[in-house]
């Protein structure tokens, strides 16, 4: 990349939109409908959707009978919601664990002074619940 390119500002608005492969669709759209909040967007055929929160869109690709990831299998660590403040995290951290959805690390605050716990969804990609002090306050236009 040339200099001049590095300099001019890239006209993103941030990560908002996300896609998973899962192996179950409707176990899956159940739990980030239900355990997550998100509402369907569109499902173009039986094998995919898209659901969205605020400003973001996840898309979930069902895995065909058959079909196989990678052999390296997935490189996802995790991804995560905001939460506006840390009740909210302790909230959702105890519906989660009532629920019965598995609590991959509880409620910890970090050395950044951010507070989060982290779950898994239906297919074991984990979610991390957020409350960060720089992003949690922003506003998205």
């Known amino acids: ?38 509402h369907s967007l569109w499902q173009p055929d039986e094998h995919s959707l898209y659901l969205s929160l605020g400003c973001d869109n996840l898309a979930l690709h069902e895995i065909k009978p ?28 105890s519906r989660m664990k009532t629920a019965g959805i598995p609590i991959v690390k509880p409620v910890k605050r970090h050395r950044d002074d951010s507070y989060s716990f982290y779950m898994a969804d239906p297919d074991g990609n984990v ?15």
């Open 1 to 38: 990349m040339k200099k001049q390119d590095q300099d001019t500002p890239i006209p993103l608005l941030g990560l908002r939109h996300l896609a998973l492969r899962v192996t179950n669709l409707k176990k899956s759209r159940r739990f980030y409908e239900e355990c997550i909040g998100m």
């Open 66 to 93: 058959g079909e196989t990831l990678s052999p390296e299998g997935q490189k996802l660590d995790h991804f995560g919601f905001i939460a506006e403040n840390e009740s909210i995290v302790d909230q959702l951290f």
């Open 127 to 141: 979610i991390q619940i957020l409350y960060e002090p720089n992003i949690s306050p922003m506003k998205l236009q």
